[in-house]
């Protein structure tokens, strides 16, 4: 399989991420501020990628370049030009357009002719042996499924058992939102220059980008002077969220959690939120389930204080806590709504996961001391649409439930995206396939709620609970690999990453 995602690369990419609208903006701005010309630009666009790919494949002789009719395409027309000239055969493809190529484009173009290149057309016979090829066709400026003769240049690239090294993005990965709409380059590797771009890490990015590099061609001291309107974050944040303990800090420091669900026959699902909230640090969690769970749970766990839920146990457990969470199990039946009619009226920190925002769908309420968790299935009922139109668009799905809904929005999924509706907006940079199994939600809540009360804002205890939860899967993944990975393996990963002290 050409696609070889590694979380492990993360490290050396920025924690800026921009709207792909802003793009050209941003890269036109980068270069007048550095007193660089555009066409400079695509050169050390081209130079960066030739230079990666011979580090990466330093034995391949044989290079097929597929360029489009743009900007990308001229990124491309630089790479020929230097692996020829370093003694490769190079291969060079063309898709032609209703209009003139862009005027760094037609640059990089004459470059390369002018050293004695040829270029075969899009449906030109490809040499019988290639080493690597260079997906140079459509980059960041496509918004639809590919056409001809792009799609069938696609098709053919990923059948082909050479690797594939994008430029930019993978084409027909729509950087604006990680979406695919038709046919998709399956990279081995991915550089992204200038800047990171939400396609890159949410939606179908890990499906396609493989390895994801970074290189801002130069412009680094004139972008880290730039507010990026989105981040990026990775478990090297935890630090910044979670600080060592004083010495004399008791449980009371550290958060009274009051969590409310598990309607008969769901004792795991509240059992796991709980378990994790002290997994992460919460001083004391109090649990109010239906009465038959009390026992079970209590033998998995006794540090948890379980009672039953009644309008008296609840009533009181409000006046006690600092952070609510309710939803894991709680069901749709009266038993669970007239459980959310009593919450929803606490000005407390609070969660709301699970059959709490399905009831949340069908009697919406803003307010803002609420963090919620759809993943995009709950999400399409909390907006009224299909769960393939929050696919289809995780930003703008995300933000469109920040404003509806008020608080801070957590939409679940690779690249899980975190929102709130004063238009923060960040990026979970964390976790992997194995995370999609039954529970994982449940620890999420668990970890986030305990987060809340530790004090931290919404919108940080989202982006820290998100980050730690990742992480921990992705500290089993690297143990045991992704297939039968359960949620409840994450309590064994949890500890190092919200004590970060203990792993610097």
Known sequence: MKNQHSEANTHSLPYSVWPAQALRQLESDGADSCGIALYELMQRAGQATYEKIRTLWPGAQNWLILCGHGNNGGDGYVVARLAQAAGMQVTLLACEGSSDLPDEAQSAQAGWLEAGGEIHAADAPWPEKVDVIVDALLGTGINRAPTAPYAALI????????????????????????????????????????????????????????????????????????????????????????????????????????????????????????????????????????????????????????????????????????????????????????????????????????????????????????????????????????????????????????????????????????????????????????????GMGDVLSGIIASMMGQRLALFDAACAGCVAHGAAADAVAMRRGTRGMLATDLFEQLWQFVNPEMIQ
Do not use: C
């Open 155 to 438: 098709q053919k690239a990923n059948a082909h058992p050479a690797p594939v090294f994008a430029i930019d993005m993978p084409s027909g990965l729509v950087a604006a939102n990680g979406t695919a709409p038709g046919e998709v380059m399956e990279a081995t590797h991915t550089l992204s220059v200038i800047a990171l771009k939400p396609g890159q890490i949410t939606g179908k990015a890990r499906d396609y980008i493989g390895k994801l590099h970074f290189h801002a061609l130069g412009l680094d001291n004139w972008l880290a002077g730039q507010s990026a309107p989105m981040a990026r974050f990775d478990a090297s944040h935890l630090s910044h969220w979670l600080k060592p303990r004083k010495s004399t800090s008791h449980k009371g420091n550290h958060g009274r959690l009051l969590v409310v669900g598990g309607d008969e026959g769901t004792a795991g699902a509240i059992r796991m939120t709980s378990e994790a909230a002290l997994r992460t640090g919460s001083g004391l969690v109090r649990v109010l389930t239906h009465k038959h769970n009390i026992g079970p749970i209590l033998a998995a766990r006794p540090e948890l204080m379980v009672g039953e839920l009644t309008d008296e146990s609840l009533a009181d457990g409000l006046e006690w806590a600092d952070v609510i969470a309710i939803g894991p199990g709680l069901g749709q039946r009266e038993w669970g709504k007239k459980a959310l009619s009593g919450v929803e009226s606490s000005e407390k920190p609070m969660l709301w996961d699970a059959d709490a925002l399905n009831l949340l769908a069908i009697s919406a309420q803003k307010r803002q001391n609420r963090i919620i968790t759809p993943h995009p299935g709950e999400a399409a009922r909390l907006l009224g649409i299909k769960t393939s139109e929050i696919e289809s668009d995780r930003l703008h799905a995300a933000q469109a439930l920040a404003e509806r809904y008020g608080g801070v929005v957590v939409l679940k999924g690779a690249g899980t995206i975190i929102a709130s509706e004063a238009g923060e907006m960040a990026f979970a940079d964390v976790g992997n396939a194995g995370m999609a199994s039954g």
